[in-house]
């Protein structure tokens, strides 16, 4: 399995899905393996709530960041 594009494809449908969106901050493994389609083993698991977490995290800090500049 290719991690990183797994990670790209849950953080494509959870940011465009504010039903996912919710569903993921409620319950992110859940929400992994319901979006992922397949029984994940654990430790993959892991790797994937983390890295969908760090891009969803830097996506918003992006976005902030963003805001800032146009005030300035």
């Known amino acids: 399995?290719?991690?990183?594009?797994?990670?790209?494809?849950i953080v494509n449908k959870v940011k465009s899905d504010p039903t996912l969106m919710a569903s993921f901050?409620?319950?992110p493994?859940?929400?992994?393996?319901?979006?992922?389609?397949?029984d994940i083993p654990d430790d993959v698991e892991k790797q994937l709530v983390s890295g969908?977490?760090?891009?969803?995290t830097t996506d918003k800090l992006a976005g902030a960041a963003d805001?800032?500049?146009?005030l300035f």
Do not use: F, N, S, Y
Not at 29 to 38: F, H, Y
Not at 52 to 56: F, N, R
């Open 1 to 9: 399995m290719d991690i990183k594009a797994k990670i790209d494809e």
């Open 29 to 38: 493994v859940k929400t992994v393996e319901k979006v992922a389609g397949v």
């Open 67 to 70: 805001a800032l500049k146009k």
């Open 25 to 27: 901050q409620k319950d």
């Open 52 to 56: 969908v977490k760090a891009a969803l």
